[in-house]
Structures are given as structure tokens and as C-alpha cells.
T-cell receptor, first 112, second 116 residues
């Protein structure tokens, strides 16, 4: 069975600081991994995805994530936070079967 | 850019009443998903359709929830009777297919249900 753990339900950073949102997954087969962003009262928007190939994946809005098989991690980063990045972020895993499993989410706060 | 359409955006109902949500996926997307998202949690799959067929409804409370996608295009999710614990955001998503390589899900804006 697959699962996703997002470390930290809330993360607070200052504007211009590094953003690091942590995600660890469990899967018995090679996974596809995703990060989604959700703004208040909106649906989820895909930020980036890892399927195969290059382990460093670049997404929209300056975000990127690195797939580390040895650590079963897929952490999301952005070098410099902007106020508009304040939102909830979800890591998700799809492996083997057809069901995508989402983490519980991390709410990002950006301080001026 | 094509979007997944959902209506209504907000729904307030009293417990024991019936409610229905509608979803129109991106044109050409064979796979349609209904998720429930409780405040502070990630989305949880309720039901997944491949064209008009249900492929996974293991987490759907079938005593009160039903879903259909009669012509393999738009879909309706119904709750009857609604309970207080059903208050949540109901998200619809679609993907070109359920196969791994094509399983990029696009989400609608959701329907926020409040049961009083």
C-alpha cells in the first residue's frame, strides 16, 4: 500500500526566504509523485510532477522538487518566498494502481 | 484553457435533506473523480469513473451517497439524507485516462457543503 506523510501542518517563512515543504512517501513500486497548491475555497492546482527520468523537477511559480529514492522523499522548495505563495500545499503519490493518495497538507504562511 | 466545472460552489442544507452536486470534466477526459476534503485534511477519493463505469467506490458511503456518469461525460454526486458529518468540500477532478502516464488530474473549484 502507498502512503504520504507531510511533515509540519504549518510552515511560516519571511518574504524572500527559502521555502521548504517536506514530503515522504511509502510505495512498494516506483511511484509517480505530485505537488498541488490550493488557495482558499479553490480546487487543487498542479505545481509539478515526477514520473520518470530527471529527479529534479521544476514546476510553476518558481517551485521545484527533488525525488530521492534512497530517502523516499519528494521535498518542495522555492528559493525566495512571495506573499502570493501563501496557500495550502499537498503532496500526492500514485503507484501501481489507479488511486492517488494525498497527504494531509501543509499550510504555508508568508510574513512581510 | 479548459477547466473542470462544478456547481453549485456553495450549498447549505439541513440534515436529513437531499443534496446533489454536478461536475463537467475537461472535454475528452475519460476518467472522472469525486473527492471529499474535510477542513484541514487532504482530499479523499470517494468514487472514480472510467467513462461511464465505476472503477473504485470503496470509500463511498453507499447507504447515503450515490454517483453516476450516465453518458460518460458529466457526473452527479448525491447525498440522501445529509448528515452533519458530511460538511466538507467536494472536489471533482478529471484526467485523460487512469493509466499512470496519463493520470494528471485537473481539479474543479469544488462545492463547499454545510449541513446544519
Amino acid at each position: 500500500a502507498q502512503s504520504v506523510t507531510q511533515l509540519g501542518s504549518h510552515v511560516s517563512v519571511s518574504e524572500g526566504a527559502l521555502v521548504l515543504l517536506r514530503c515522504n512517501y511509502s510505495s512498494s513500486v516506483p511511484p509517480y509523485l505530485f505537488w498541488y497548491v490550493q488557495y482558499p475555497n479553490q480546487g487543487l492546482q498542479l505545481l509539478l510532477k515526477y514520473t520518470t527520468g530527471a529527479t529534479l523537477v521544476k514546476g510553476i511559480n518558481g517551485f521545484e522538487a527533488e525525488f530521492k529514492k534512497s530517502e523516499t522523499s519528494f521535498h518542495l522548495t522555492k528559493p525566495s518566498a512571495h506573499m502570493s505563495d501563501a496557500a495550502e500545499y499537498f503532496c500526492a503519490v500514485l503507484a501501481g494502481g489507479f488511486k492517488t493518495i494525498f497527504g494531509a497538507g501543509t499550510r504555508l504562511f508568508v510574513k512581510a | 484553457e479548459a477547466e473542470v466545472a462544478q456547481s453549485p460552489r456553495y450549498k447549505i442544507t439541513e440534515k436529513s435533506q437531499a443534496v446533489a452536486f454536478w461536475c463537467d470534466p475537461i472535454s475528452g477526459h475519460a476518467t472522472l473523480y469525486w473527492y471529499r476534503q474535510i477542513l484541514g485534511q487532504g482530499p479523499e477519493l470517494l468514487v472514480q469513473f472510467q467513462d461511464e463505469s465505476v472503477v473504485d467506490d470503496s470509500q463511498l458511503p453507499k447507504d447515503r451517497f450515490s454517483a453516476e456518469r450516465l453518458k460518460g461525460v458529466d457526473s452527479t454526486l448525491k447525498i440522501q439524507p445529509a448528515e452533519l458529518g458530511d460538511s466538507a468540500m467536494y472536489l471533482c477532478a478529471s484526467s485523460r485516462d487512469s493509466h499512470l502516464a496519463k493520470n494528471i488530474q485537473y481539479f474543479g473549484a469544488g462545492t463547499r457543503l454545510s449541513v446544519l
